[in-house]
């Protein structure tokens, strides 16, 4: 990543979703495109020009033949670098698991599609997501949606950022835990010295089954 991406703001265009940018700062706005004589655009200086003058939002609506809502979304657009256009930075939302998400309209399709910020921001900057792929937050804060703290990777990625952060409930700080690292570490003893898993699990709240697990490696990874 040029390093001036962590300095610099900079946009570009979001693949699959026309008329829509992403940063590198993890922001998503939209570019409405009209011309300097469209109704739109003169719609939206005259209610710039009344609400300098003092006028409420429900005045400036009532003169301009508009809602209040309309009308304060008029006066508070802000206006973008392209020459013709008005681009509006979204406002921010999280969803239930408090990652930010963007709603982009899809005109062909006449319907809003609800997408991470950080998925838009891999598809601007690094390119498509390839099957089987997330977006990864490096430092494992949902908020942070900088490009530099973004990256493509599988869930097992994830995991070992995780871990990596100290941030994942492994071993016994899991809640569902019913053994501990030593526990581990004596179960694969016991195995190694060529008990079986029924004579190890009868010492043990665990299933022969997860005592074969454990000795191979496939739980209980991290210990060692």
């Known amino acids: 990543m040029p390093e001036s991406y962590s300095i610099v703001e900079v946009w570009k265009a979001i693949p699959d979703f026309p008329g829509y940018e992403a940063s590198t700062f993890g922001r998503i706005r939209s570019l409405i495109r009209c011309t300097a004589d469209s109704l739109a655009h003169v719609r939206r200086l005259q209610a710039v020009a009344l609400h300098e003058s003092g006028l409420s939002y429900s005045k400036i609506g009532k003169k301009l033949g508009v809602s209040t809502s309309r009308a304060h979304h ?129 010492r043990y709240p665990v299933a022969p089954r997860m005592i074969r697990r454990i000795c191979a490696r496939s739980h209980w990874k991290h210990v060692e």
């Open 74 to 202: 008029c006066v508070r657009r802000n206006v973008g670098d392209r020459a013709g256009g008005v681009a509006v930075v979204l406002k921010g939302q999280r969803d239930r698991n408090g990652y930010p998400v963007a709603y982009l309209y899809l005109s062909d399709e006449r319907r809003y599609c609800r997408m991470k910020v950080a998925v838009l921001v891999l598809m601007a900057f690094v390119g498509p997501r390839q099957s089987g792929y997330v977006s990864r937050h490096l430092d494992d804060d949902k908020s942070n949606s900088h490009l530099s703290n973004l990256a493509w990777g599988t869930q097992a990625d994830n995991v070992h950022d995780m871990w990596k952060n100290g941030k994942g409930c492994f071993g016994s700080a899991h809640g569902r835990s019913k053994i501990t690292e030593d526990d581990v570490l004596a179960i694969r003893a016991a195995f190694d010295a060529g008990e079986s898993s029924c004579e190890i699990s009868g």
